[in-house]
């Protein structure tokens, strides 16, 4: 009797969840495309460059004040003011002994960029947190091939929320 009753149960909530997730899609239709915000640093490891475009984009008019983007962009790039430098010189002290090591000297530039991404990831979401999710927006850092070559790149990514209805039309 008791198996019956979680069978049912869990009918509901997969009826439930698709008919959520059919909302959802239906609400990201009207959702306009993501803003990217490109890298324009001079020096790149692994895909993440040294700095971010701080110039404010068009889309975001009325969405957010210029001046609180410029701030967040300022804060994603004194997190990488801070690492990437580190990570040069290890990428540098890496390539010279790559021979003699077999490729372990490598290692420690994997494990910074990776940490670095990794703060990077965190302040965004502090970011979204305290003031993007309240506007409908969210930042994230995304990998992208580049538009001039064939690498990959990080950006980052600003989308926009869909506003959910109060109320579900019939």
């Known amino acids: 009797m008791m198996e019956d009753f979680d069978e049912i149960y869990e009918e509901e909530e997969e009826e ?9 899609e239906q609400l990201l239709k009207y959702a306009p495309d993501p803003v990217v915000v490109r890298g324009s640093g001079h020096v790149t490891v692994f895909g993440l460059s040294n700095k971010f475009e701080s110039e404010f984009p068009s889309a975001l008019t009325g969405k957010v004040a210029p001046e609180e983007f410029k701030a967040s962009i300022n804060r994603v790039n004194g997190c990488l003011r801070k690492a990437l430098p580190v990570n040069v010189r290890w990428l540098l002290c ?32 502090w ?14 850092l995304s990998k992208r091939k580049c538009e001039t070559n064939n690498m990959m790149e990080y950006v980052i990514q600003i989308e926009f929320l869909p506003k959910i209805p109060i109320f579900r039309p019939d």
């Open 16 to 24: 439930e969840e698709d008919e959520d997730r059919a909302a959802e």
């Open 94 to 125: 890496g390539c010279l002994c790559c021979c003699c090591t077999l490729g372990f000297s490598l290692w420690p530039v994997i494990c910074l960029s990776k940490r670095t991404r990794r703060s990077l990831e965190k302040l965004l979401e």
């Open 127 to 140: 970011e979204n947190s305290r003031l993007y999710h309240k506007l409908c927006l969210h930042w994230r």
